[in-house]
């Protein structure tokens, strides 16, 4: 059984819209998730963590949490062309303090003008 | 400026030989972690410290080795028992066992002919 599962795209959406990125997780006592941004041949970027139930902004990027469901989003708002990377999303699984996450395969996105 | 470094950032080797990868982090972090990426697979756990002088396996440990002798530098030595070493190398960091917030460095991306 897969850990963490992303729709592997690829996602295209036209400049201006609204992506949105999916990820669902198998371990029910998860506390932590992030996402990532990774740009073709560079090594991925952190740009969101969430931790608690419901939605985190920051700026154009909103991650949404739903830990009943075991599902976490990232939506990104007016999208521009140089979004266009591969999203990872990645979990803490599992109640013990060792600290290591659980990433997804990724999704890719392009963003067309 | 604060950050991980790795390098080299390419490297090409012949088979049969053992090769090791450089990660040097000055942003005090405790533990460190090795990633391999390959096209389509996202990222897979090597190895990780969360002190110094101690090191756990991840999910695909055969063939590599490390070290922890110093809190800044973790590097990673790819054996020649690995079967199928070339891949993108990634090393991380995060503040403690505790913040699962995990920052990358650049990458090296290993060729072995």
């Known amino acids: 059984q897969k850990e963490v599962e992303q729709n592997s795209g690829p996602l295209s959406v036209p400049e201006g819209a609204i992506a949105s990125l999916n990820c669902t997780y198998s371990d029910r006592v998860s506390q932590s998730f992030f996402w990532y941004r990774q740009y073709s041949g560079k090594s991925p970027e952190l740009i969101m963590s969430i931790y608690s139930n419901g939605d985190k902004e920051d700026g154009r990027f909103t991650a949404q949490l739903n830990k009943a469901s075991q599902y976490v989003s990232l939506l990104i708002r007016d999208s521009q062309p140089s979004d266009s990377a591969t999203y990872l999303c990645a979990v803490k699984i599992g109640g013990s303090t060792l600290g290591r996450l659980y990433f997804g395969r990724g999704t890719q996105l392009t963003v067309w003008p | 400026d604060g950050g991980i470094t790795q390098s080299p950032k390419y490297l090409f080797r012949k088979e049969g030989q053992n090769v090791t990868l450089s990660c040097e982090q000055n942003?005090?972090?405790?533990?460190m972690y090795w990633y391999r990426q390959d096209p389509g697979q996202g990222l897979r756990l090597i190895y990780y410290?969360?002190?110094?002088?101690?090191?756990q396996k991840g999910d695909i440990a055969e063939g590599y080795s490390v070290s922890r002798e110093k809190k800044e530098s973790f590097p990673l030595t790819v054996t020649s028992a690995q079967k199928n070493p070339t891949a993108f190398y990634l090393c991380?960091?995060?503040?403690?066992?505790?913040?699962?917030?995990?920052?990358f460095g650049p990458g090296t991306r290993l060729t072995v002919t």
């Open positions: 410290s969360q002190i110094v002088n101690d090191f």
């Open positions: 991380a960091s995060s503040r403690d066992r505790d913040s699962y917030e995990q920052y």
């Open positions: 942003l005090n972090h405790d533990a």
